[in-house]
């Protein structure tokens, strides 16, 4: 049950061969790097941020509202993810963070490359970066707690206290926020890893009467393979 669960909870990254090669492809570029490495740049690199701000910033829908500019370039980073195009992605996301550094979402958007990228401690580490500065984004909390999923179900060292973080962190972003769909499937998920069948079900109707998730399919044939309602 372990291989298949987590073959359907990888398909919210869709990790890949491509990813990598991609990264090798562009040794060097800070912009793959969150918060663009931290190193100082260039003149040019500067005068270019300053342009980029000065275009998006004189749209009138973003005037005055730099925290609006850089939630869209967050959603359509992780749009870019979705499509395999991890360079794009990574670009997106530090653009939102130029806009706005103290959106703590950029985290978000950092962490899900490193998952994608099957760079599981480094993505850790950009969601716990991230939940310092703000405790209780849900976004946050969801998917560290899909580290400690997916590290459950590796085997290779994961082990019931893995399992346990993982329910602690998504009990405590539902808590917060109980309709999002991604968490609301990920308690499905852990919830059926623990063979809890009862909550499994709760978790995975609360989803579904939201519209469910593209995987939604795939996962419910397992679930009611596991666990009759």
């Known amino acids: 049950m372990r291989i298949l669960i987590r073959t359907i909870a990888l398909s919210f990254f869709v990790f890949g061969i491509a990813s990598c090669i991609q990264e090798r492809e562009h040794p060097g570029d800070i912009r793959m790097l969150p918060k663009y490495g931290g190193v100082q740049k260039s003149k040019e690199q500067l005068a270019a941020d300053q342009d980029f701000l000065d ?29 395999e195009d991890v360079k794009t992605a990574m670009y997106r996301f530090n653009q939102a963070y130029l806009i706005d550094s103290t959106n703590t979402d950029i985290y978000w ?37 899909s580290y400690y999923m997916v590290r459950f179900q590796q085997g290779d060292g994961g082990t019931t206290r893995d399992l346990d973080q993982a329910l602690r962190l998504l009990e405590e972003s539902y808590e917060i926020d109980d309709k999002d769909r991604n968490t609301l499937i990920k308690l499905s998920m852990t919830h059926l890893l623990n063979n809890n069948c009862k909550s ?30």
């Open 200 to 229: 499994a079900w709760k978790y995975y109707r609360e989803c579904e009467a939201l519209g469910g998730l593209p995987m939604i399919k795939e996962y419910i044939a397992h679930l009611q393979s596991i666990c009759t309602e």
């Open 55 to 83: 275009t998006i910033l004189s749209d009138d829908k973003y005037r005055n509202n730099n925290r609006l500019a850089s939630d869209e370039l967050i959603k359509l980073g992780f749009d870019y993810l979705n499509q």
């Open 109 to 145: 958007g950092f962490g899900a490359v490193y998952m994608k990228r099957s760079m599981f401690d480094k993505a850790k580490e950009q969601y716990e970066i991230g939940l310092k500065e703000n405790p209780k984004n849900t976004h946050l909390l969801t998917d560290l707690g």
